[in-house]
């Protein structure tokens, strides 16, 4: 009797479930940096650009919107983009592609880190500020996050 291979194993050409599992992380790890580089993306070109823009009142209730919407959603982003690419190495990588893999894990656990330590907290600044009443470190407390938020993100 012929052995049938599953046909996700016979289109992707792999040839043992461990290169299928090795797949399937691989995808998903990308589909997760894919998601979190479309928000640096979209930040960068339309967000950024448009804050600029706003008037002084503005600026913080805005603001304020983002980091609400934004702690929801990255983090778990940040934490799949470490887990995924760490046990695909541990349990599925060899030689060079482990040593990529788990590379990437450490830059990925240092923009966590980095963004807990520094970002995190002028966040935390710019929500406990009165909307009505600017402080006067206002402009250079925005131009300190971007600063910070440059380097976190490479840009």
């Not at 603001?63 to 982003?77: G, Q």
Request: charged share 25%; proline share 5%.
């Amino acid at each position: 009797m012929k052995k049938v291979r599953p046909v996700a194993l016979v289109r992707c050409k792999l040839h043992s479930k461990s290169e299928f599992v090795e797949f399937i992380a691989g995808r998903i790890q990308l589909d997760l940096y894919r998601a979190a580089s479309g928000r640096i993306f979209i930040g960068k070109v339309i967000i950024e650009p448009m804050v600029e823009g706003l008037s002084a009142e503005q600026h913080l209730p805005f603001r304020r919107r983002m980091i609400s919407r934004m702690e929801r959603l990255i983090p778990p982003l940040m934490i799949w983009a470490i887990l995924f690419p760490l046990l695909t190495g541990i349990f599925y990588g060899e030689g060079w592609a482990r040593l990529l893999l788990l590379g990437g894990v450490g830059l990925s656990l240092a923009a966590l880190i980095h963004t807990l330590t520094v970002n995190r907290p002028i966040n935390l600044r710019f929500l406990r500020w009165d909307a009505a009443e600017q402080p006067a470190d206002f402009t250079h407390t925005v131009s300190k996050w971007s600063r910070y938020d440059r380097v976190r993100t490479a840009h």
